[in-house]
């Protein structure tokens, strides 16, 4: 599956955003998405993950209350609304496909490349 995440941009502490990622083949429905993030001098982190139907979802601590994961089966598309940003919340967003809703990145299987977000003080 190819994916493909846009939306990402500069926006005021306290504003929103948000990331669309668009995925290829008719198997959409079949795979966990999820959100992660990489900020400079950081480790790539988990964000948010999404179940194949949508109705089970996870998130990071630091953005529970804040962000929202939401998919579109018919539209191959996952999203995130991303609600009082932050500036600690810039970094680069990947969107991610996989079987399993876990936090843990090696378990998933496909990676889209990201888009940037940039939120400033």
């Known amino acids: 599956v190819q994916l493909q995440a846009s939306g990402g941009g500069l926006v005021q502490a306290g504003g929103s955003l948000r990331l669309s990622c668009a995925a290829s083949?008719?198997?959409?429905?079949?795979?966990?998405m999820g959100w992660f993030r990489h900020a400079p001098g950081k480790e790539r982190e988990f964000v948010a993950a999404i179940s194949r139907g949508g109705v089970s979802t996870q998130y990071a601590g630091s953005v529970k209350g804040r962000f929202t994961i939401s998919r579109d089966n018919a539209k191959n598309t996952v999203y995130l609304q991303m609600s009082s940003l932050k500036p600690e919340d810039s970094a680069v967003y990947y969107c991610?496909?996989?079987?399993?809703?876990?936090?843990?990145?090696?378990?998933?299987?496909?990676w889209g490349q990201g888009t940037q977000v940039t939120v400033s003080s």
């Open positions: 083949g008719r198997t959409f429905s079949s795979y966990v």
């Open positions: 991610a496909s996989g079987s399993i809703l876990t936090a843990t990145q090696p378990l998933w299987d496909y």
